[in-house]
């Protein structure tokens, strides 16, 4: 079995910094892409930030110049560090990444979330 855990969310002033990981584990042969997505409260679930295998990247344009996504192929994990973080920002973060198991089949795997809260 595969699974995402990601971890870092918390609580933080506005202007403030945190960097959230998505560690894969499980029976993984390949990783594709993985990303970063938010849901604010009421709000449906919005794409965040993109990385491809071979570390191109991609924001949205709410996010742009204020957040990085990297990724450590070694660790089999993604991170999202976050910059100047705005109350706008908050919402439970989740990583999702695209993963061709031992069993060769392609599926797209989602963590449980990780809260962001950002005060005023």
């Known amino acids: 079995q595969v699974r995402l855990v990601e971890s870092g969310g918390g609580l933080v002033q506005a202007g403030g910094s945190l960097r959230l990981s998505c560690a894969a584990s499980?029976?993984?042969?390949?990783?594709?892409?993985m990303g970063w997505y938010r849901q604010a409260p009421g709000k449906q679930r919005e794409w965040v930030a993109g990385?491809?295998?071979?570390?191109?990247?991609n924001y949205a344009d709410s996010v742009k110049g204020r957040f990085s996504i990297s990724r450590d192929n070694a660790k089999n994990t993604v991170y999202l560090q976050m910059n100047s973080l705005k109350p706008e920002d908050t919402a439970v973060y989740y990583c999702?990444?695209?993963?061709?198991?031992?069993?060769?089949?392609?599926?797209?795997?989602w963590g449980q979330g990780t809260q962001v809260t950002v005060s005023s």
């Open positions: 499980g029976s993984i042969f390949r990783i594709n892409a």
């Open positions: 990385v491809s295998s071979g570390g191109n990247t």
């Open positions: 999702n990444a695209e993963i061709i198991g031992t069993a060769f089949l392609l599926r797209d795997y």
